[in-house]
């Protein structure tokens, strides 16, 4: 189920479709895009996405998934020993699978930041800290401990071995899948000025969409309107 409009985003390049021009204007309004909204309302019209979908995000994808009401969970390894513990029914015929993805075969990649201020009074001590914190040893042994995966190509090597010589939990096999996956994934949404206002006006057209208040077509040129006209 489409949790929030992060999700909503990512399908849009995972199927090939551009968001925004060089100049910055909207780039999705074409007949590949039109598809991705077509894809998200057939979803939810013909009672293949819960109707909280459209209002409520990870944690009522993980409800609904225990309670058996849902299929698929798009989810990190974390979730399954809490998976186990509330339902544990749900666990016994639950296994991990790679992410579902478009006619690109991009994965998408959830990353976390070190960022140095550029007002630092202490730069040096930054920047040692920050190499300290990525080098290929720490990132290994910060995987292995956190359940996250490394964020260098040597840590990466290591941590997928690890991952498959030993333990054969649920979570070991998950962590797996998830590390085979790296070196195909990245971070599908672009790096730009006012992507909040971008996923927003995407995703309040594709609401309107799926509950039939607007065409798909009329949809998808709000949304480019929307963005095109933002102040």
Known sequence: MPEDSTEVLQSFVQMGVDLVDAQGHAAFNTPAGKQVFQYWVDFYQNDLLPKEALTQ???RA???YQAGETAILASGPEFLNEIANNAPQIAKVT???PQITGRTGKKGVAVMNLVIPRATDQPEA???FAQFITNDANQLAFAKAANVLPSTTKALTDYVQFVNSGETTPVAKARAVSASQLRDAGVLIPAMADIKQ???AIYDNLQAAMLGEKTVDQAIADAALNWNQRS
């Open 57 to 59: 995000g990870h944690r």
């Open 62 to 64: 993980i409800e609904l």
């Open 95 to 97: 296994a991990a699978a």
């Open 126 to 128: 930054a920047i040692a």
């Open 198 to 200: 971008l996923q927003k």
